[in-house]
């Protein structure tokens, strides 16, 4: 099986972590030995391995030099890179919904919609499953997220409604 230097193992075509994230807060099953999988610096007695160890928040202290390992470093940049495309996505996500608000406001539909909120947790289920996401959190997320966009929608709803009580 190939592998890029990322930890990250090719089948077919995608890209799939060796390590696998069971979800929000749920456990991390390795799928291959965690010392094989996080490679170096984190098994033998190498300077490079006890200079950074020890320090719970991950930065070890060098001569009042504070060093962070490097592979922490590096992931934890991809970590920056991902929640801040999570964020612009949520951006895009309720501009889009703010727009559902205003058109469900002037037409008179309700904020909510149970039965597309029952079929989108279901779909999303099913894809957490498939990407080894726990579906239990990718429930609560897409729940959590919904609850503010109705909230949103029934504040809209109220507005229009004071300036066009006909609807
Ligand atoms: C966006 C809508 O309004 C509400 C918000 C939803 C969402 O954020 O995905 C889904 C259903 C509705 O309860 C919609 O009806 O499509």
């Known amino acids: 099986m190939p592998s890029d230097a990322d930890g990250m193992t ?10 696998a994230l069971t979800g929000g ?3 991390v099953r390795p799928s291959r030995p965690l010392d094989a999988t996080l490679g170096h610096g984190f098994e033998g007695s190498g300077t ?12 070890s202290n060098v001569g009042g030099m504070s060093e962070v390992h490097p592979e922490l470093a590096e992931l934890r940049n991809s970590i920056d890179n991902m929640d801040a495309a999570l964020i612009h996505l949520l951006a ?7 727009r559902v608000g205003v058109l469900k406001a002037t037409q008179g539909l309700p904020p909510a919609d149970p039965e597309r909120e029952k079929e989108q947790v279901a779909r999303l289920r099913r894809l957490a499953e498939a990407s080894h996401l726990d579906p239990e959190f990718a429930e609560k997320f897409i729940s959590f997220i919904v609850a503010e966009v109705v909230r949103h929608h029934a504040d809209i709803a109220e507005a229009h409604q004071r300036i066009d009580p006909s609807v």
């Open 10 to 19: 090719l089948r077919g075509d995608r890209a799939v972590p060796d390590v």
């Open 92 to 98: 895009e996500r309720f501009k889009i919904t703010q």
């Open 48 to 59: 490079e391995t006890s200079r950074y160890r020890g320090d719970s928040a991950g930065a």
């Open 25 to 27: 807060s749920g456990p």
